[in-house]
C-alpha cells in the first residue's frame, strides 16, 4: 500500500477494482501494439452492445438539449419519465405502480447501490447467488455488510437446499437477496416455479428481493422473463425491481437506470440521491421518455441478432473437445466451463484468460470475478465477423493446449 492510501477508509481499501474495467486497459494496449502488425483483439469483454443508440432516441436528447431542458431537475427525475417507466411496468410487466413508486438514478449500477445504502447496515448479510455479476459483493461491502454467496445448480440457478441453509444459518441478518434474471454472467432465465420457489423462501424470512431485469428484452427461443414483483402483492411489497436503458436501447453512455419499489422506501432513498448525486442528466432522460414510449422495433431487431449470435457461439464452443457450456436463454453472455484445460501452466480462470489473451487475442472474463473459477464469460456483444474470428482463435488455443 503506497504512503497515501493508508489515510483511506478501510470500506475503499478492501474494495476490488471492476475486472472488466481493468481488462479493457490490458486489451487496449495490446490492441495498439498489434494494430501496427494489421491485427487485432477479439473483445469478448465487456457486456456492452455493439449497436448505435437508435435515431428517435438521440433525436429526442438533441431536442432537449435545443429547448434548453438541461437544468437540474427532481433529484429522482422528472415525472414524464417516472410516467414513461410506470406505463412500461404495467405493458410489459404486469406491474401496477404510480410515479411515487418510481426512482430513477444514473444506470443500474448507481441505482443498486442506493438500494445497498437504503438498506445494508455494518455486518447485515446480503444473499448473492453465484454465478454473480461482478459488482453485487463490491457494493455489498461498500456499505459495510457481508455478501453470502448461494451455491447455484446445473441449469446455473439458485441451488435452493443452499439457500435455505444459509437463511437458517443467518436468521433474522440477512436483508437482502440479489435475483438477476436474465443473468449476467449465465443467460440463465428464471420460468414461473423458480421464481416462486425463491420469493416465497425470501417472503417467509422477512428478506427483501432485488430484481435486476436489465437484460428482460434479450430473451430466446421459449423463454419468458417474468417479473419476480408480479407475483402476487405480499412478492411486490417486499421487492425492488431495477432495470435501466443501457442495455435494452443500447445506451450505456446516457446513464438512465430506475428502480420500482414501495413508495415509503423509494420516499427515504430519495434523500440518498437529494445528496448524492441530484438528477441523472437531463437530455437522457428526456431520450429515456422516447427509448420507452417509442417505437421498439429497434429493440426487437437487437433481440433477433443477439439471438442469432447465441445459437452461433453455442454450436461452436460445444463442437470444441474439452469445453462444456450451456445454453443461454437470455442477456448476451455465455459462460462456458473451461477447466478440462487446466493443468501445470494453466491453473485456473485467469491463468487460461490470461493465455488466451496473450496468445490467441482473445479477451474474455475469468469465471473466477463472478464467483466461479471452472468458468469463463464471454459477451457476444460484438459484430458476427469478429465473433466468428474469436470462435476460430478460441478453437485454435484450445486444441494447441490439448
Ligand atoms: N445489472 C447487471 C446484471 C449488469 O450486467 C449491468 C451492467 O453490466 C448493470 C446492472 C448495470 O447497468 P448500467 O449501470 O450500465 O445501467
Redesign the pocket.
Known amino acids: 500500500m503506497s504512503d497515501m492510501a493508508k489515510f483511506l477508509s478501510e470500506r475503499v481499501l478492501k474494495l476490488e477494482e471492476s475486472p ?1 474495467f481493468a481488462l479493457e486497459q490490458k486489451v487496449d494496449k495490446l490492441d495498439s501494439v498489434l494494430k501496427q502488425a494489421g491485427d487485432f483483439v477479439v473483445r469478448f469483454g ?3 452492445p455493439d449497436f448505435n443508440t437508435p435515431d428517435n432516441i438521440k433525436s429526442a436528447a438533441k431536442k432537449a438539449i435545443d429547448e434548453n431542458k438541461t437544468k437540474y431537475t427532481a433529484s429522482t427525475g422528472i415525472k414524464e419519465l417516472k410516467q414513461a417507466i410506470v406505463d412500461k411496468l404495467k405493458r410489459d410487466n404486469s406491474l401496477e405502480y404510480s410515479v411515487e413508486n418510481i426512482f430513477v438514478g ?7 447501490d442506493a438500494i445497498m445504502r437504503a438498506f445494508v447496515n455494518p455486518g447485515d448479510f446480503v444473499l448473492v447467488p453465484k454465478p454473480y ?1 461482478v ?2 459483493t463490491q457494493q455489498v461491502i461498500l456499505s459495510e455488510g457481508i455478501p453470502l454467496e448461494v451455491d447455484f445448480n446445473e441449469s446455473l440457478k439458485i441451488e435452493l437446499n443452499h439457500l435455505r441453509r444459509l437463511i437458517s444459518q443467518h436468521t433474522g441478518r440477512i436483508k437482502l437477496l440479489i435475483l ?1 434474471s436474465p ?3 449465465t443467460g440463465a432465465v428464471y420460468n414461473l416455479e423458480e421464481l416462486k420457489e425463491v420469493s416465497r423462501t425470501c417472503l417467509e424470512n422477512n428478506i427483501f428481493i432485488i430484481s ?1 431485469e ?2 428482460e428484452k434479450f430473451i430466446f427461443g421459449g423463454a419468458r422473463h417474468i417479473s419476480a414483483a408480479s407475483l402476487g402483492n405480499d412478492i411486490k411489497n417486499i421487492t425492488l425491481t ?1 432495470n ?4 435494452t436501447y443500447a ?2 453512455g446516457w ?3 430506475y428502480i420500482a419499489a414501495d413508495r415509503d422506501i423509494i420516499a427515504q432513498m430519495t434523500k440518498i440521491q437529494d445528496q448524492s448525486t441530484s438528477n441523472p442528466c437531463t437530455p437522457a432522460q428526456w431520450a429515456a421518455v422516447e427509448a420507452l414510449n417509442g417505437d421498439q422495433e429497434s429493440v426487437e431487431t437487437m433481440r433477433r441478432e443477439y439471438e442469432k449470435r447465441r445459437n452461433y457461439i453455442y454450436s461452436r464452443l460445444n463442437g470444441i473437445e474439452g469445453i462444456s457450456c450451456s445454453l443461454p436463454e437470455g ?1 448476451f453472455y455465455v459462460f462456458p466451463d473451461v477447466s478440462n484445460f487446466y493443468r501445470k501452466n494453466i491453473k485456473n480462470s485467469f491463468d487460461f484468460s490470461n493465455e488466451l489473451l496473450e496468445k490467441g487475442h482473445v479477451a474474455v472474463v475469468p469465471g473466477a470475478a463472478f464467483g466461479d473459477d471452472r468458468f469463463i464469460r464471454i459477451s457476444y456483444a460484438t459484430a458476427v465477423d469478429k465473433i466468428e474470428e474469436g470462435m476460430n482463435r478460441i478453437e485454435k488455443f484450445c486444441s494447441n493446449l490439448g
Open positions: 472488466t465487456i457486456g456492452q444514473n444506470g443500474g449500477k448507481q441505482v443498486l455479476w459488482s453485487y438477476n443473468g449476467n454472467p435486476d436489465v437484460y431495477v435501466a436503458a443501457s442495455k445506451m450505456t446513464r438512465i437506470g442477456a
